[in-house]
Nanobody
């Protein structure tokens, strides 16, 4: 029904930047939320940032100022610009989309981000 394809992960040195992309296809409502979670080894999945089709954004408090979420509604694509990366940002980053009014979240396959010290 809905497919999510992520790209942009990789290995970067501390202080560097990466930009993740996630393109959604399939049955995407015009009213939706898209965003990113991440999961580090041995830890629970945690919110990174979300963006709604109406333009509202939300960030994990610890990431405000370093990470920026944006989206292209025409392409059903969400981006995550990550600056001043730290080793503790190392995780698998998962994209998601949720159609408003439907209690179902679709997840991407995840993309690895590794920040070396």
């Amino acid at each position: 029904q809905v497919q999510l394809v992520e790209s942009g992960g990789g290995l970067v040195q501390a202080g560097g930047s990466l930009r993740l992309s996630c393109a959604a296809s399939g049955r995407i409502f015009s009213s939706n939320a898209m965003g990113w979670y991440r999961q580090a080894p041995g830890k629970q999945r945690e919110l990174v940032a979300t963006s709604t089709s109406r333009g509202r954004t939300n960030y994990a408090d610890s990431l405000k100022g370093r990470f920026t979420i944006s989206r292209d509604n025409a392409k059903n694509t969400v981006y995550l610009q990550m600056n001043s990366l730290k080793p503790e940002d190392t995780a698998v980053y998962y994209c998601y989309v949720e159609n408003v009014g439907v209690d179902l979240v679709y997840w991407g396959q995840g993309t690895q981000v590794t920040v070396s010290s």
